[in-house]
């Protein structure tokens, strides 16, 4: 097996041996079906779900993409198959439509979110994100907000959506929120896609990353993705307070938010996932929640390195130690930080791109996300003390310089435009900074940002 493959794939990356193509198998009937999984799918589904203590763990094989994406349209399809749900689309022509799916998110959220919306046709209601008064970095979600959002809307809702923890490691307060939603009814999707991690943290966990007992009863689903360069592991976890009890447009009886997400995932997913990440992810858990527990044990030493880096640097002049859990981030809203993200900003002028270039090209230290001002950087299992050192020992560099810091820009992954959002000067200087400072700018029809395609234009043509 595999002894057809690409000489190139298997010279360059396998160091040419085949074994890891052998494990490379399709839907063989010893192997499990992902979509109806009744064997070691099925299992290892369990022990993932047994070992995070979820009451579902879907794996996914298209990252946490795919899970927000299901998650999302899973639960626009469970709103309209409830009472008064039928879909707009559905509705007799001249009755003046049916309920709307509005799904409460915050501004700053991933891609796919935004791409579920679409996908799902789910209107959006946009929280702005709370950021730490010093550094801007986003901090999630606002309980304030976010019960407005629940009042003004109604039972229009179909989910509310929010990140924790963030990219930069910012953890909201899941529990407010999730008590929020179960009060209203109303299912919380919480996109952990950086967060698996946290719960075998032992005592350097932040408070919100695990749910209270409570919490977990109410809890319908997670769902656990690949391992990426960024991630520790990657979950995102759909939580409601009822069940869905059937009727409407989106099923019969039994159609519960958990069969939606299991229908959604069989449409955003390949038909033929990769038993090879499959099997990684079985892996991760493993080793995280084995017998062995040794992964547990380097997810706390890197917990401590981490510490010991910004310990050393909080002393270090022009460099700026971001506590986003601290006096300021928690009256902001944000209840403790990932110990395994670092994140600092530069004084005299250095930005996060520019720092993230020297960092590459004198030291090939890799940063996690350079953002416009301030560089995120994240610790792993595999983490060393010399690592630390490395990476102290270049960020004392890179704070000697001064050159002219650019304004707040957009993020990666954070669209700075939506489809159908009006074009404001803020964010086409946003955008123009980001290519200012070499970033690198995705999904525009134009990607010089030369010529832009207008839908709409709101601006009376006097005005222009
Ligand atoms: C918050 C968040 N959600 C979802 C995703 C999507 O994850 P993936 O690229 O693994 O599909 C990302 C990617 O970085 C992310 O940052």
């Not at 057809?4 to 009937?29: Q, T």
């Not at 399809?77 to 039928?86: E, I, K, L, M, T």
């Not at 670092?342 to 960092?359: N, R």
């Not at 489809?419 to 404001?424: H, R």
């Amino acid at each position: 097996m595999g002894s057809g493959a690409p000489s190139r794939l298997v010279d360059l990356i396998l160091g040419g041996k085949l074994d890891a193509l052998r494990h490379d198998l399709p839907e063989l009937p010893e192997l499990d079906n992902l979509f109806a999984p009744e064997g070691p799918i099925r299992d290892a589904e369990l022990l993932a779900a047994d070992a995070f203590g979820a009451a579902k763990t879907w794996m996914l094989a298209n990252g946490s993409t795919c899970g927000v994406l299901a998650s999302i349209i899973a639960c626009v399809q469970w709103h309209n198959s409830r009472p008064g749900g039928a879909p707009l689309a559905d509705a007799p022509a001249g009755s003046g439509g049916g309920r709307k799916s509005v799904v409460i998110l915050p501004r700053d959220a991933h891609k796919s979110a935004v791409h579920a919306l679409v996908l799902s046709g789910a209107t959006p209601c946009f929280l702005p994100p709370i950021r730490h008064p010093e550094s801007g970095v986003g901090l999630g979600v606002g309980t304030a907000e976010l019960k407005a959002a629940l009042k003004e809307h109604g039972d229009e809702v179909a989910a509310v959506f929010m990140v924790s923890p963030t990219y930069e490691g910012a953890c909201s307060d899941v529990t407010s929120a999730a008590e929020a939603c179960h009060g209203a009814g109303v299912p919380l999707v919480v996109d952990e896609a950086h967060g698996a991690h946290l719960a075998f943290l032992g005592e350097a966990q932040p408070p919100p990353s695990r749910p209270s007992e409570e919490e977990e009863e109410g809890r319908e689903g997670k769902e656990e993705e690949e391992g990426g360069r960024d991630k520790q592991g990657g979950s995102v976890f759909a939580s409601g307070g009822t069940e869905g009890d059937g009727g409407g447009s989106g099923g019969g009886d039994d159609f519960s938010i958990e069969r939606a997400v299991t229908d959604a995932l069989a449409t955003v997913q390949s038909s033929s996932p990769s038993y090879l990440l499959l099997a990684s992810l079985d892996a991760a858990r493993w080793d995280l929640a084995g017998a062995t527990k040794n992964a547990k044990r380097r997810l706390r030493e890197a917990a401590l390195i981490a510490d010991g880096v910004r310990e050393e640097l909080s002393s270090v002049e022009g460099i700026n130690v971001l506590d986003l859990g601290g006096e300021s981030g928690s009256a902001a809203g944000c209840v403790g930080t990932d110990p395994l993200r670092l994140t600092v900003s530069f004084e005299g002028g250095v930005g996060g791109y520019e720092a993230d270039e020297i960092l590459i090209e004198d030291f090939g230290v890799y940063a996690e996300l350079p953002g416009p001002d301030y560089v995120t950087f994240v610790f792993g299992p595999g983490s060393t003390v010399e690592h630390g050192q490395r990476l102290a020992e270049a960020l004392r560099h890179v704070a000697l310089p001064a050159q002219k810091r650019c304004a707040h820009t957009p993020q990666v992954g954070i669209p700075a435009l939506l489809p159908g959002e009006a074009i404001t000067q803020a964010a086409l200087d946003a955008l123009a900074a980001v290519k200012e400072s070499g970033g690198v700018i995705s999904g525009c029809s134009d990607a010089t940002l030369a010529t832009m395609r207008v839908v709409v234009d709101l601006v009376p043509s006097e005005r222009r």
